[in-house]
């Protein structure tokens, strides 16, 4: 029998990357928190790991002030509402205003350099980015409190991808002290950025490798406790066939950077299903047989804690072209956290959320919008 007692839950935000597309997950945080959902961990990529620090690096009166204050400030370079809702008109606003933003820089966040990169020495970061994030760390600073991100009790895991070996690393507050560089390298998307050197190796954006953290947080749980899992993605794998080269890019853009969440997420479901068979058929087995390491092997991938994955997905809106991750003016920041604070408040409306149970073990997963 599945139980009613959710409230034992543990909440988990997985935030995925996506530049400006992360003001979704400010809309969904909003609406997360009203539900009652405060997070005990926060894992996030990119721009998830930026809206993460912002949450675990500040008291829970401040999150949602502190969120505001980073978005308000990364789009005040456009901070004129635009003057069409939608349709072509739209669209050539948001190219217009990403084309400011990848000439002029984002406040707060980064700037570009002075110095081409043909014209740089080569090994230097002038050589190897467009764009110098030293802004970036003055805003960390002054937003999040990294003395309660290291010692409060919220969980903080960010990832990012190492230089020299293509291997993904997790920099998680569990295991070592955390500060503005391992947020900012989780970012570090080349060659916009630089890479962030920390402990003396380089290190770039986390979405190089993968652009989701759900993997880590499923496989690096503590204690004996269900997880209730909001997966929050910026770029949807599903999409229309492009009409042009525009289009075409910004589907590639989709595809490469949604990390195949759903696929990820079944192929979980599909192993927890065979560690239950296994452990099913071990009940059956001789005793001779109960030690066996290649049993051992496939009992070990059994989920025993249950989770439930409510999955939240920005959707690509008509108007939005390639650079929709680099358009950072206030309208479009603005509608893309209202869609993420409409998008959790249909799911937590809907009848399957009010109405689930606590499965006893395994993993569920929710699309709800």
């Known amino acids: 029998m599945a139980s009613k007692q959710t409230d034992k839950e543990r909440c988990v935000l997985v935030l995925q990357g996506g530049g400006a597309l992360g003001a979704y997950?400010?809309?969904?945080?909003e609406a997360v928190e009203a539900a009652g959902h405060?997070?005990?961990?926060?894992a996030g990529i990119s721009i998830g790991a930026i809206n993460a620090a912002l949450i675990a690096g500040n008291p829970p009166e401040r999150r949602l002030e502190r969120l505001h204050a980073f978005w308000?400030?990364?789009?005040?370079?456009?901070?004129?509402?635009?003057?069409?809702?939608d349709g072509w008109g739209r669209r050539l606003f948001n190219e217009a205003a990403s084309s400011i933003v990848a000439m002029t820089g984002i406040p707060g966040f980064f700037t570009p350099r002075l110095t081409p990169p043909w014209l740089a020495l080569p090994g230097s970061p002038e050589a190897m980015s467009l764009y110098d994030t030293a802004p970036l760390r003055k805003t960390l600073l002054e937003l999040v409190d990294f003395d309660l991100l290291n010692n409060g009790p919220m969980r903080f895991s960010v990832g990012a991808v190492n230089v020299l070996t293509g291997n993904f690393t997790y920099f998680d507050n569990r295991e070592r002290l955390i500060g503005p560089e391992h947020v900012m390298a989780s970012g570090a998307l080349p060659p916009g950025f630089p890479a962030v050197m920390i402990d003396g190796e380089p290190y770039w954006d986390g979405g190089i490798v993968s652009n989701t953290p759900l993997q880590y947080v499923l496989d690096s749980r503590e204690g004996k406790a269900p997880l209730l899992v909001f997966q929050v993605d910026l770029f949807s794998a599903r999409g229309m066939m492009p009409r042009s080269l525009a289009e075409a890019t910004q589907r590639e853009k989709d595809i490469r950077f949604s990390s195949r969440t759903r696929?990820?997420?079944?192929l979980q479901v599909r192993l927890e299903a065979m560690a239950a068979a296994a452990s099913r058929l071990s009940a059956r087995l001789p005793e001779s047989l109960k030690d066996d390491p290649d049993l051992a092997a496939l009992l070990a991938q059994a989920c025993d804690d249950p989770v439930t994955i409510l999955h939240l997905i920005n959707r690509s809106e008509d108007y939005e072209s390639q650079g929709k991750?680099?358009?950072?003016?206030?309208a479009t920041v603005t509608d893309h956290w209202n869609a993420g604070r409409r998008d959790a408040r249909r799911s937590f409306a809907s009848p399957r959320w009010k109405q689930r149970n606590l499965p006893e073990r395994g993993i569920v997963t929710l699309d709800l919008v």
């Open 72 to 85: 308000d400030r990364t789009s005040s370079r456009v901070p004129f509402p635009a003057p069409f809702a």
């Open 325 to 330: 991750d680099y358009e950072f003016s206030r």
């Open 38 to 42: 405060s997070p005990e961990w926060v």
């Open 263 to 266: 696929l990820g997420t079944d």
């Open 25 to 29: 997950q400010g809309g969904v945080f």
